[in-house]
């Protein structure tokens, strides 16, 4: 392996020289830093004075720094940088310095790893011991005090006062945008009975971040890639997906499509087919794809049906991967919507979370449950304040931990197979605001 893969003097360099221009950054991140993350002697000699001001009780900042470097024989002028400084931009650069460091530790095991397998007097504790270091190779969490998590909170709060972005994605549906959007660490049922729309409202999701310039992976049960990809362009080229699918288009059609649909090919979602054989398989492939493509939200459709393919008991089961789901979207740090049937109920059509098929523990793992309500599909002519229930649907937020519960009608369109925001007047009682 090409050792020059293992470091980026450039980044080491970003980072440090980020923290010294700006206080806040440094005061939030800093902490999250250890010297090992530094293959430049000049970076580690940086780190080692910023971290004695630090201790100090006073902030580094590159006067004082490039000072303290000089009369040790170096030069700052290096750690001056054109990057934009935020949070995560900082934060990013970090990741990438873990990364490397942690690879920078396999490399080594793997050397020493070699060098025992032809090592005829290693004995098997020597083995043991081997095996043992390359289970503690990780990113290890850093253990912080209530005083870091309350410099974190000002650090967003001023973020969200200068109108930056705090992380929260957007979605293209005023129900979760008014609430800061998708989140990272966030697990998120949308959960339906049977054709209620569920698959939709997911790939509606992924096009419109897609659009926004957020990565997403999608993995169906039900679908394979070129039919989830023909839903997800048909509103755009405003033909119905069975149509791209199985049907003959005119050349008028097929110039639209054409044209349309390379305009939106390069839309950041990906598929993995191959890894629909069982639910490790899927775990696998999602951190897979956040490696390789930088994905930050993940759509599962959906569990029951993931669930079939494995043989233990089917409700524990069930609730087991609501839980390694939500392990996955916090460690690493994405966003995961896994889409769950709802039991039916001839009394009440309304849905409700108690009704999620196959186990209550989906409810407690998650931290949004979104349920969707089609009345038309039932007869229902209006809801109850008279609005006419053709071409909606209902989206209701059962559980929202951190943003309330609420619900929202939207606009539902069937042939194209998309939701959206409302193209009407709104129920006059409907509050749309934020829990607090």
């Known amino acids: 392996m090409n050792e020059a893969q293992l470091y980026n003097f450039q980044i080491e360099n970003e980072v440090l020289g980020g923290m010294m221009l700006d206080r806040n950054i440094c005061e939030s991140c800093f902490n999250k830093l250890d010297k090992d993350l530094f293959v430049g002697g000049a970076a580690r000699q940086v780190y080692d004075i910023m971290r004695d001001i630090i201790r100090e009780n006073r902030v580094p900042e590159f006067p004082e720094v490039g000072m303290r470097l000089m009369q040790a024989g170096g030069d700052v ?69 209530f005083k870091d998590t309350v410099i974190e909170l000002q650090n967003e709060v001023a973020v969200r006062l200068n109108g930056e972005d705090t992380g929260g994605m957007m979605t293209g549906l005023h129900i979760f945008d008014c609430r800061s959007g998708f989140h990272r660490g966030d697990l998120i049922i949308l959960a339906g009975e049977t054709s209620q729309g569920k698959s939709t409202l997911a790939t509606t999701l992924a096009r419109n971040m897609g659009l926004m310039g957020i990565p997403s992976a999608y993995y169906s049960f039900e679908m394979g890639a070129k039919q989830l990809t023909a839903r997800i362009i048909a509103r755009d080229v405003c033909i119905a997906s069975s149509m791209i699918l199985y049907g003959k288009m005119n050349q008028t059609e097929y110039s639209n499509f054409f044209d349309k649909s390379s305009a939106l090919s390069e839309l950041p979602i990906y598929f993995d087919d191959r890894s629909r054989t069982s639910f490790s398989s899927v775990c696998a492939s999602i951190k897979k794809m956040v490696r390789k493509y930088g994905v930050r939200i993940v759509f599962i459709d959906y569990l029951q049906i993931m669930a079939n393919n494995e043989k233990d008991n089917r409700e524990q089961l069930i609730g087991d991967m609501a839980r390694d789901l939500k392990r996955i979207a916090v460690d690493e740090d994405i966003c995961v919507v896994a889409l769950s049937q709802l039991s039916r109920n001839k009394e009440q059509k309304k849905p409700t979370i108690s009704r999620l098929r196959g186990s209550g523990q989906i409810e407690e793992a998650c931290d949004i449950a979104v349920l969707i309500y089609r009345p038309e599909v039932y007869g229902i002519k209006t809801y109850d304040n008279n609005l006419p229930t053709a071409g909606t649907a209902q989206l209701i937020i059962g559980k929202g931990r951190n943003i309330g519960i609420g619900e929202e009608i939207v606009t539902f369109n069937a042939g194209l197979s998309f939701f959206q925001d409302y193209q009407g007047e709104q129920p006059a009682e409907k509050d749309n605001s934020m829990p607090w």
């Open 77 to 145: 002028s290096q750690f001056m940088t054109n990057t934009d400084i935020t949070f995560t931009a900082i934060e990013e650069r970090i990741d990438i310095l873990y990364n490397l460091q942690v690879r920078r530790k396999l490399n080594a095991l793997c050397l020493e790893g070699l060098k025992l397998s032809t090592d005829l007097t290693a004995n098997v504790d020597e083995v043991n011991e081997l095996f043992s270091k390359f289970d503690t190779v990780k990113k290890e969490e850093k253990e912080v005090s």
